[in-house]
């Protein structure tokens, strides 16, 4: 004959799993049990900018084992960044980064009598305690329970995943407060409501038994599919802390090689303000067999030439950052597919440059549509005068970063392209008389001088900034220390320990890594992928002309 092995579950047990210091409710108080996860359920957590990273980069942001501190959601820096920074955020309640209908729901928890309200968040206790309780508080939410995951749990457990750890406290809390009838948990992660769903089945399953440890009657579970809003960080500020990230890690590794951000260069052009890109959409319009959820709205920038400009290119420019105006003067459309803007130089006499037959901005293409069949319009319509906007562009690049190891023996060229194209390539030649229409070497040069990026030789290496250098005081890496540019050693290397970098180190490196994929959350999370981004990124840093360094 079975014999039933009673199991007791005391308030005590169950307050050491919350790092909240508030007394728990009376068992025969509690009829309902309210779970609320926090990131993007609750709160509207940052995830990896997929404009700003390469897709594998996203997903090895976030992947915990690549990384000896963890990665995005092991470092607590990365959450304390939201917004403009904890000692910001926090007097004003971290405003606008609250998924709001999740607040309301909360605030009626808390003031349901019968009622445990329980945060529950699969972020390290040791590392995030403070920070979450900050937020929490903030915002005015006397939670009950406030649990992160512990190292090991209070009869020292220790959990392989994120959901073995919840459903650990969720089985102590429906066992401690056995009169409740209800359960509802709250959660942004399909694979997660998935599973407390089948969790509970079992459990109630279980229950059923006659050699059931605990006796409690089943217990209704709701499990609600919380819509999940993705945000992000300050791009300057996300870039900054992934690289302090990084050369943490490098900093600890014994055995390995260290990574380093690098960069890929998608193409060189002059890139329109925010105001100007508006102006231009607002002369699209569409024709009848085009839907709009089938169209590809751009008007961002003029071609200068794809990938990254030689120098002689940039030179000839002005450089990156130089500040060039130019006026519409036609409109087309390609085969009912491209619609583009003529565009000409302002003054007249400038120099300029682009691997195009002539300057022109794509202001929309169908989705499957050539962007480079607009080099084919043979016939403009002129336009009124009322719509030959004056148009102001900067020189710059349409950027993403990428994190792989280092490799020393690759040319800071070589490495503005992907390592799954990159092909032998040599150095780029000096002299090379590519161009469009309008660029006739004879013609005067916009500044610049020794065919550098920015009209400085030393590419701004040391001295604070990006690329586009000079003395701007532009943002770079924080945390300082010694990154390229001082220490006299092969490529410029400075004097920091191995494997360091600041962010003026961005542009160099190698050896493509291709990131583990898995399960959504802080252990792995990886949100779908996308086309990568429209809009163009400005070289990194700019020359202080405005807006974000790597665009909008």
Known sequence: MNQRKVVSYTLTGLKRWSCHSQELPPVSQVKALHVYDFDNTLFMSPLPNQKLWNTSSVGFLQTQEPFINGGWWHDQRILEATGEGIEKEEPRAWEGWWNEQIVDL?????????????????????????SIKRIVASKNLPFDMICLKPQAGPNNQKFSSTMMYKQAILKDLVHTYKDADEIRIYEDR????????????????????????????PITAEVVQVADQATTLDPVVEASEVQRMINN?????????????????????????????????????????????????????????????QPYILNKVGGIGYKQSWQVTGFAWFHSNICAARVAPVPPISVYHTDNHTPYIILAH???????????????????????????????????????YENEAESEYDSLFERKTLKRRHSPPQQNHRGGYGNEENRRLNGGSGGFRGGNQNRGRGSGGWRGGGNNNNRGGRGGGPGRGGGGSSRGRGGGPRGYKSLDDVGSGGGRYNAQRGEPNYDDYVPPSGEGYNAAFPALGGNGSGGLPYGK
Do not use: C, M
């Open 106 to 130: 909360v605030e009626l928890s808390i003031k349901q009598n019968d009622a445990l309200t329980v945060l529950l968040t699969g972020r390290g206790e040791h590392k995030f305690a403070d």
């Open 366 to 404: 169908h989705k499957n549509a050539r962007p480079a069949d607009a080099n084919k319009i043979q016939n403009w319509e002129p336009v009124s005068a009322d719509k030959q906007y004056v148009l102001q562009t900067v020189v710059g690049e349409k950027v993403q970063l990428r994190i792989e």
């Open 190 to 217: 399909p694979n997660h409501t998935r599973g407390f769903r089948e969790f509970f089945d079992s459990f109630n399953a279980n229950l059923l038994l006659p050699t059931a440890p605990t006796p409690r009657k």
């Open 249 to 309: 890690h490098n900093s600890l590794i014994k055995n390995g090689r260290p990574y380093e951000i690098k960069r890929t260069v998608f193409y060189t052009g002059y890139l329109l303000v925010p105001v100007d890109t508006n102006k231009l959409l607002n002369l699209v319009k569409l024709p009848p067999h085009l839907n709009e959820s089938d169209v590809k709205f751009l008007a961002n920038s003029i071609l200068i030439t794809t990938g990254p400009a």
